[in-house]
């Protein structure tokens, strides 16, 4: 069997609790860790056949003036924030800073793991507005909390590393992807001034339960970079909002119509699967050929709500 190696870098200031989560993940149990006085590398195994080698990096000052040199070699983050000591939290954001914006830790997964839950001071809320994370669109990002009394929980933040990869090396190639981009197209094309994150996502969230569309926010991220990258939309900044550009609107208006049968024909495929209906063979191979900009017009014949093109 194939086996996967993911390097990983681990970092935090001291005493967040590096260690201690590496440690208690590998035994099972609730272990304290021996503090990294420079650099440890650690192998972790899940699935028999995804190795993850974790090179954790002390948080002390005559440390972490050199942990930037190990973000060419690996292919993930995790920052390990203390959630117990709020006084931490001002030298938190020069750290968080200075990985975050290095140019070689860009596209790279970054999980947040706001660590000791269980004795935090704050809610994670409160670390995500003050490291303004929420609408970084370079990479793909998360926040996790957690703490080392259940080591469950880093192997959740694994096995979300691990998905990222993935679907960087298959970007959006489902149906729903292309479904999730008209959304998005869409809802900002009908708000001039732009939506903040938070309002795109609550939307989008609103719309899955009609089955129309799946609800994943790390996928929704990803289809965000995309379009940005693209010129379709892009994030203004001192807002912090959302918003459709002129090419954006050119998209939503270029496509040709879907006509007659071809139209009603995938209108039943669709209406089909939304209600969960196996499609057979040459149904999902006719459901594959419409491209992005015909199902856009599709859609645009079929909603009720009112646009602004």
Do not use: C
Request: overall charge neutral; charged content about 30%; cysteine-free.
């Amino acid at each position: 069997m194939l086996t996967t190696t993911i390097r990983v870098l681990l970092y935090g200031l001291e005493k967040s609790g590096k260690s201690t989560i590496i440690t208690s993940f590998q035994k099972g149990i609730f272990t304290s860790g021996t503090p990294s006085t420079a650099q440890t590398i650690s192998e972790i195994t899940i699935n028999n056949n995804l190795t993850f080698n974790i090179t954790e990096v002390g948080g002390r000052k005559e440390v972490k003036t050199f942990v930037l040199k190990f973000l060419d070699h690996v292919d993930a983050i995790i920052f390990v924030i203390d959630g117990s000591d709020e006084r931490s939290f001002v030298d938190v954001e020069p750290e968080f800073k200075k990985i975050l914006n290095h140019p070689q830790s860009f596209g790279k997964p970054l999980a947040v793991l706001f660590h000791k839950k269980d004795i935090a001071q704050v809610h994670p809320s409160t670390i995500i507005e003050k490291l303004d994370i929420l609408n970084r669109i370079d990479r793909p990002h998360r926040v996790f909390s957690s703490t080392a009394k259940e080591p469950q929980y880093f192997g959740q933040v694994l096995s979300w590393i691990h998905q990222r990869l993935i679907e960087d090396d298959h970007p959006l190639p489902d149906r729903f992807s292309r479904f999730l981009t008209i959304y998005i197209l869409d809802m900002l094309n009908d708000h001039e001034k732009g939506l903040p994150l938070l309002s795109i996502l609550g939307q989008l969230e609103i719309i899955s339960r009609t089955g129309q569309v799946e609800y994943n926010r790390d996928k929704i991220m990803g289809i965000l970079r995309k379009l940005m990258s693209v010129g379709e939309i892009e994030y203004v900044k001192p807002f912090q909002v959302w918003q459709i550009t002129r090419k954006g609107r050119e998209k939503l208006q270029s496509s040709e119509l879907i006509k007659g049968d071809l139209q009603e024909e995938l209108r039943t495929l669709l209406d089909k699967e939304s209600v969960k209906i196996s499609l057979n063979k040459d149904e999902k191979e006719l459901l594959d050929d419409f491209e992005l900009d015909e199902l856009a017009e599709l859609y645009k014949k079929t909603t009720t709500r009112k646009r602004k093109i």
